[in-house]
């Protein structure tokens, strides 16, 4: 793997068969990491690197500040979000089929006695799969006719560094399973993000006009993803 270096900043550098140079910074430290193409010389790399550089500081400043929550043992009492809204966990142990129930301010994690952690985590993870599922289709459907574009398909799965993604010759959307526990502005914002990109590929002028456009307050529930709390395991978008 290539390195640059830029003052006290390391960015790590690896070449691959593709047109464009990218940029991204990773949670929860703000390592850096240029993907560019094969032919393009360390030099070029580096001019662009500098010219990201308050960028690249910029994002690095709001990790470093990133609340972060502590690790989860579903247990009860314990904070748990749904649609951005606190609520606190109830244990409730049966011999039946494992369930969740959303009360007023609690969910309820119907379960047998002797469940694992990391079991009491795959089912509270199913729900949030299960009830963005139910909410999405309704964004789509809002939202395709008015930007013109059609998604295929739509997935959720854990990402560890995107809130979204796009393929764009499938047409189809990935969705980070946290949104679920975001407000439901900010994944619509997702939603939307990710629907641009049907109709530009990259995040230029273009893209963000696009934005502006569609959302015109997109910036706002941008930012609002990006103070909420990390969970202990971190995302970016």
């Known amino acids: 793997m290539l390195k640059i270096k830029l003052g006290n900043i390391s960015i790590e550098v690896e070449k691959k068969n593709i047109k464009n140079i990218y940029l991204s910074i990773y949670p929860p430290l703000g390592k850096v990491k240029i993907s560019a193409p094969q032919r393009m010389d360390l030099n070029t790399i580096r001019i662009f690197a500098i010219s990201k550089l308050s960028w690249i500081k910029k994002q690095q400043e709001i990790f470093k500040n990133q609340a972060r929550e502590a690790p989860r043992e579903y247990l009860t009492r314990e904070s748990h979000y749904f649609k951005g809204k606190r609520y606190l966990l109830k244990i409730v142990e049966r011999e039946a089929k494992p369930k969740v129930i959303l009360r007023h301010n609690e969910i309820e994690l119907h379960l047998r006695a002797n469940t694992t952690s990391k079991k009491r985590q795959q089912i509270l993870d199913e729900w949030y799969r299960a009830e963005l599922k139910k909410i999405v289709p309704k964004l789509l459907e809002k939202w395709e006719p008015k930007m013109g574009v059609k998604c295929h398909e739509f997935g959720i799965k854990k990402m560890r560094t995107r809130w979204g993604t796009c393929n764009i010759d499938a047409k189809r959307i990935w969705l980070n399973l946290e949104l679920a526990k975001k407000p439901p502005q900010c994944l ?46 971190d995302w970016n978008y």
């Open 188 to 233: 619509e914002y997702v939603v939307v993000h990710e629907l641009v990109h049907l109709l530009e590929r990259k995040h230029n002028n273009r893209f963000i006009a696009f934005m502006d456009e569609f959302m015109p307050q997109w910036r706002f529930y941008k930012e609002q993803l990006n103070i909420l709390p990390f969970s202990h395991i």
